[in-house]
């Protein structure tokens, strides 16, 4: 399997927040090699919504992002509506969650985890 890389268009930005959190909860899990997959499938409050999941593989299509020592893999079809955006980890009163700033949506939903374009 080849490791693709993305197009300066079609780049996802990791902050420094979600690569400590990713790699405190990679190290957490069994397993070697796991990865952040992200992905969009159609569904939510707004059209789309982001899907999080562990991975220890990557298919053909997917190309990967890293940042300190963490990967997040993403395939091509949800790359295309990720083109841009910035995968952050934010602590608030409310909770903590990773969330995706994504220029590509119109609007999105209030809990963050939907979008539409």
């Known amino acids: 399997m080849s490791d693709a890389v993305a197009a300066p268009e079609r780049m996802v930005t990791i902050t420094e927040n979600a690569a400590r959190r990713l790699a405190k909860l ?70 903590s969650s990773f969330q995706i700033r994504n220029p590509n949506a119109s609007s999105s939903c209030g809990c963050g985890s939907s979008f539409s374009i």
């Not at 939510?44 to 899907?51: E, K, T």
């Not at 893999?73 to 990720?82: G, Q």
Request: with cysteine; glycine share 14%; charged share 25%.
């Open 26 to 95: 990679v190290a957490e899990e069994p397993g070697e090699g796991l990865m952040l997959r992200v992905s969009v499938s159609g569904g939510g409050c707004s059209g789309f919504q982001y899907g999080f999941a562990f991975d220890d593989s990557h298919q053909d299509d997917d190309v990967l992002f890293q940042r300190d020592g963490v990967t997040v893999v993403i395939d091509s079809v949800s790359l295309d509506l990720l083109a841009g955006a910035e995968i952050d980890f934010v602590e608030d009163l409310v909770g």
